[in-house]
């Protein structure tokens, strides 16, 4: 199956920019997800970008692929304290299965 | 629209007892998931519903774990006996066509079996 990695954790300063990280092992998805959960709630999707694009961008979110070497990422621009959650990167190797990372806690310090 | 709709909010039960969680998806969705999340796991799929019908159950851990959905409205997912281990989070989540695009998920079932 498809594994993915995330890092667990990310501390940013607010009004920092977040980059958070995820490779994949499956290059077969067509879309890649990133998914929000705030505490005690279930995933919001927060962004999605298809397979054959580099690049995404979405007001404060740019969502950047590197296919060739399974590499997905998420930045965050102008941090702010409600960005404080985990995020999960899910690609979707099939047709309705998202397989998501461990998702990383980012923190938003003052 | 409401959103998808998951009760009881928490479940507290004694091993060997039945449980059983209810799932309201969005309305006009067809597709339905269930997924299991823990610490130790993460966020797993145990059961996909297309037009109410169950397409992938390679997810569902054991004969314990059975899901229905007998409508577009309506699913439930049963643990017949609970374990322990089964404590988790449990979400729902729709989506409108056949496929993983924008799943909405349910606020979850958090499940604690002692």
């Known amino acids: 199956g498809e594994d993915v990695e995330q890092s667990l954790f990310l501390s940013v300063r607010e009004g920092d920019s977040s980059v958070i990280n995820c490779t994949y092992t499956d290059s077969s998805s067509t879309y890649l997800y990133w998914y929000k959960q705030e505490p005690g709630a279930g995933l919001q999707l927060l962004t999605y970008i298809f397979s054959n694009m580099d690049m995404k961008q979405d007001q404060r979110l740019t969502v950047l692929l590197n296919k060739k070497d399974k590499h997905l990422s998420l930045r965050i621009a102008d941090t702010q304290t409600g960005d404080s959650a985990i995020y999960f990167c899910a690609p979707a190797p099939n047709d309705y299965k998202l397989s998501f990372g461990a998702g990383t806690t980012v923190t938003v310090r003052a | ?114």
Request: charged share 20%.
């Open chain 2, 1 to 114: 629209d409401a959103g998808v709709i998951q009760s009881p909010r928490h479940e507290v039960t004694e091993m060997g007892q039945e449980v059983t969680l209810r799932c309201k998806p969005i309305s006009g969705h067809n597709s339905l998931f269930w997924y299991r999340q823990t610490m130790m796991r993460g966020l797993e799929l145990l059961i996909y519903f297309n037009n109410n019908v169950p397409i992938d159950d390679s997810g569902m851990p054991e004969d314990r774990f059975s899901a229905k959905m007998p409508n577009a409205s309506f699913s439930t997912l049963k643990i017949q006996p609970s374990e322990p281990r089964d404590s988790a989070v449990y979400f729902c989540a729709s989506s409108f066509m056949a496929g993983a695009y924008e799943q909405y998920f349910g606020p979850g079932t958090r499940l604690t079996v002692t």
